[in-house]
Nanobody, 124 residues
Framework: QVQLVESGGGLVQAGGSLRLSCAAS????????WAWFRQAPGKEREFVSAINWNGDYTYYIDSVKGRFIISRDTANNSVYLQMNSLKPEDTAVYYCNTAPSIQSVRDKRTFRSWGQGTQVTVSS
């Protein structure tokens, strides 16, 4: 079982930046992929970005490409999401999770448990 704690969210004006952090503990597999998801009010949880275990592979959905940067700290079992040029449509609760493959880590149905998430609110 992996425990996940997301932090770093907040209220920011459009065009601003935030850096989200995800701290993991428990049974962590070194070669796993890591992902960020988000869930806006009244919407399904959606995949946002993923990274492999050593950071040399990253993936982003089109709506955040060029604005968000995912990174990984293997020594501290942490993953980060630098969010720049934020837009009101980025408003959501953001979650992280981990899975063995890029296919599984991109699919929210893979996961039985989630952290509490961190709220990101972007005002126009």
């Amino acid at each position: 079982q992996v425990q996940l704690v997301e932090s770093g969210g907040g209220l920011v004006q459009a065009g601003g930046s935030l850096r989200l952090s995800c701290a993991a503990s428990g049974r962590i597999f070194r070669n796993n992929y890591w992902a960020w998801f988000r869930q806006a009010p009244g919407k399904e949880r959606e995949f946002v970005s993923a990274i492999n275990w050593n950071g040399d592979y990253t993936y982003y959905i089109d709506s955040v490409k060029g604005r968000f940067i995912i990174s990984r700290d293997t020594a501290n079992n942490s993953v980060y999401l630098q969010m720049n040029s934020l837009k009101p449509e980025d408003t959501a609760v953001y979650y992280c999770n981990t899975a063995p493959s890029i296919q599984s880590v991109r699919d929210k149905r893979t996961f039985r448990s989630w952290g509490q998430g961190t709220q990101v609110t972007v005002s126009s």
